[in-house]
């Protein structure tokens, strides 16, 4: 039998199983050293062979799948196996997808669809087999569900570059014409093991409380605008060295027919994150601004340490987010307020777009006024809830 690796070629085998595997035809060979990631391969495939807990070391080419991390269900019902594996050569570390093979094409249709981005994981090697593919990716180092659970929140100047590197991901996903549908906190992996030096290498865990959070970030209000975007740009470049963040998976994300109609019918999403306009309507909506209202979720739970809308029962979660109460506490600076305020309107045509709050001032790369991006006072009252008092089960995520 013959067997198709993405890149170079990788053989599969089994332990104490006999490889019957010839090599492929010059023509296949050709074709492989192309290094093509095209999901439009139609290769003949190799034996493929269960994966089941009774198996502890499955090889598969040149990689060792070491252990099962999780079982994923998709939005679609299907089912993708994920495991821990190493290369067996330079024994670096990755992660495998096990993916049925009649479905491999359309769920990694979005990884094909735009260009590379740091921000986003990419394939390092696909293999395919019988009646599975099996996807590798690099490894990451958690998720920013568990980091900010261990820190119960963040402060903005951690959060600024964590967030800013998120919104980049979603834009070049939206550039492309992709909408996310399931954005929220676990989506975004660390791509280095050294992110608790975030905060104190640079001193900022040194910065007195009473200080003014907005000053101490952008500088006072004096400091001209092309210093401002100089100390923004070197603050980001010194702490991204440190931390960058990517966005893990793209398997549930929608590839739009038309890049200029982002307009959905299907109903994907985590609970506290999905937008009142999913639970609401009953026709279409827009995938890009209901993408929009979970990055605000996501940006308020960073800051603030818990969902803006939660609760135990689903039904009164939903009643929640229908209503669009929340409250912000006073100490985040009135940039961050705004920010989070433009995210999660009520009506998508009033939210911020990616390429919007890229520019948002909370960033320090432009002196714009927040007031261009307020709606008028009543509607603000109306999205306010007077200040809770923290309780313990505020900060347990779902």
């Not at 495939?45 to 499955?58: A, I, K, Q």
Request: overall charge neutral; proline content about 6%; charged content about 25%.
């Amino acid at each position: 039998m013959n067997q198709v690796a993405v890149r170079p070629r990788l053989s599969l085998t089994i332990p104490d199983r006999k490889d019957v595997e010839p090599d492929p035809s010059p023509h296949l060979k050709r074709q492989l050293s192309g290094g093509s990631l095209s999901p439009d391969l139609t290769p003949a495939s190799p034996p493929s062979f269960p994966l089941s807990d009774s198996v502890s070391v499955l090889q598969i080419g040149k990689y060792l799948l070491n252990k099962k991390i999780e079982t994923l269900q998709l939005q679609s019902g299907l089912i993708i196996e994920v495991y821990a594996a190493s290369h067996s050569e330079s024994e670096e570390d990755c992660i495998c997808k096990v993916i049925p093979i009649v479905k491999y094409r359309e769920v990694l249709s979005a990884y094909w669809c735009m260009g590379s981005h740091e921000n986003i994981n990419e394939i390092s090697e696909i293999i395919l087999g019988n009646t599975k593919a099996y996807v590798f990716f690099p490894q990451h180092y958690g998720d920013l569900h568990s980091y900010i659970r261990s820190r119960r929140k963040l402060k903005e100047v951690e959060a600024c570059p964590l967030f800013l590197q998120i919104i980049s991901a979603v834009k070049h996903c939206h550039s492309n014409g992709i909408v996310l549908r399931d954005l929220k906190l676990r989506k975004f992996v660390f791509k280095d093991p050294e992110r608790t030096k975030l905060v104190g290498c640079f001193g900022f865990a040194a910065i007195p409380p009473s200080s003014n959070a907005a000053e101490v970030f952008y500088g006072p209000p004096q400091v001209s605008h092309c210093l401002l975007f100089v100390r923004g740009c070197l603050l980001y470049s010194l702490l991204k060295r440190l931390t960058q963040l990517k966005l893990e998976s793209l398997e549930d994300a929608c590839v739009l027919d038309d890049e200029d109609d982002d307009s959905l019918v299907d109903k994907h999403g985590c609970p506290a994150y999905v937008s009142p306009e999913i639970l609401t309507t009953m026709e279409r909506y827009s995938g890009k601004a209901a993408d929009m209202w979970s990055l605000g979720v996501i940006l308020y739970t960073m800051l603030i340490g818990r969902y803006p809308f939660q609760d135990s029962d689903a039904g009164a979660l939903f009643t929640k987010i229908r209503r669009g109460l929340y409250s912000i506490t006073d100490a985040i600076s009135s940039r961050a307020k705004c920010l989070i305020r433009s995210l999660l309107r009520m009506n998508p045509r009033d939210r911020l777009n990616a390429e919007d709050v890229i520019h948002h001032p909370w960033f320090g790369l432009t002196r714009r006024s927040c007031s261009s991006l307020r709606m008028d006072s009543s509607k603000d009252k109306d999205q306010l809830v007077p200040s809770f008092e923290s309780h313990p089960s505020d900060f347990e995520f779902s």
